[in-house]
Nanobody, 122 residues
Framework: VQLQASGGGLVQPGGSLRLSCAAS????????IGWFRQAPGKEREWVSC????????FYADSVKGRFTISRDNGKNTVYLQMNKLKPEDTAVYYC????????????????WGQGTLVTVSS
């Protein structure tokens, strides 16, 4: 069972990136998938989540209107489209899978990816 986060990189303020979270060893269809981020010297922060049952999506206030989470069950992958990026979005981004429901609490999640670094800087 593995989650692989990818798509991070260096981008200028106002730019866009799309992160991917690919699963192997299990089917993402039955899991809520969350994205978290951790900036240097700060605690891990919940960013977004997408439910397994009806695809409902949820966002932290800090990213609402700029980030979009989606899932492609055929590719067993969840995406996080990040637009209008700001320097304060700089962090390592992690995806995680929860058997039960979307949660903003990291301890609720069962599986974690290794993280991908997003740096927003001019």
């Amino acid at each position: 069972v593995q989650l692989q986060a990818s798509g991070g990189g260096l981008v200028q303020p106002g730019g866009s990136l799309r992160l991917s979270c690919a699963a192997s060893g299990f089917t993402l269809d039955y899991y809520a998938i969350g994205w978290f981020r951790q900036a240097p010297g700060k605690e891990r922060e919940w960013v977004s989540c997408i439910k397994s049952s009806d695809g409902s999506t949820f966002y932290a206030d800090s990213v609402k209107g700029r980030f979009t989470i989606s899932r492609d069950n055929g590719k067993n992958t969840v995406y996080l489209q990040m637009n209008k990026l700001k320097p304060e979005d700089t962090a390592v981004y992690y995806c995680a899978a929860d058997r039960a429901y979307c949660s903003a609490q990291s301890y609720e999640y069962d599986y974690w990816g290794q993280g991908t670094l997003v740096t927003v800087s001019s």
